[in-house]
């Protein structure tokens, strides 16, 4: 087909385009009035209409009071008695106590050894 293609891009033809023949207009009825015909028969009963569309929702209601406020609870129980504290640090070391009084000069004792017996 590629060949054949080529073969004919070589040699190109003029297009002519015939334009179409207009359309034929529709025949024209024409009414011819006559004498009235009798009344037609009456029509049968038309179907049921469908159920209307659901009406809009309502407005919220208020908001109601507030409760009444509840009973004082019961008292509670008494804790358990807390453990011992731990034994305090040892005090300081209190300040040196003043000089005491100097002491009175005593009686001289002489001490004379003891003769032996003769």
């Known amino acids: 087909m590629a060949v054949v293609a080529m073969v ?5 033809r003029e297009v002519v385009v015939t334009p179409a023949a207009a359309p034929t207009p529709a025949p024209t009825v024409v ?4 004498p009235a015909g009798p009344t037609g028969a009456t029509g049968g009963t038309g179907a049921m209409g469908g159920t209307g569309a659901t009406g809009v929702t309502g407005a919220t209601g208020d908001t109601g009071s507030t409760g009444n406020t509840g009973n004082t609870g019961s008292t509670g129980y008494t804790g358990a008695t807390g ?3 731990a034994t305090g640090t040892t005090g300081a070391t209190g300040d040196t106590g003043s000089t005491g009084q100097r002491g009175k000069t005593g009686d001289t004792v002489v001490i004379v050894p003891a003769t032996p017996a003769r």
């Open 31 to 34: 009414a011819v009035p006559g």
């Open 8 to 12: 004919l891009a070589g040699c190109q």
């Open 83 to 85: 453990a011992t504290g």
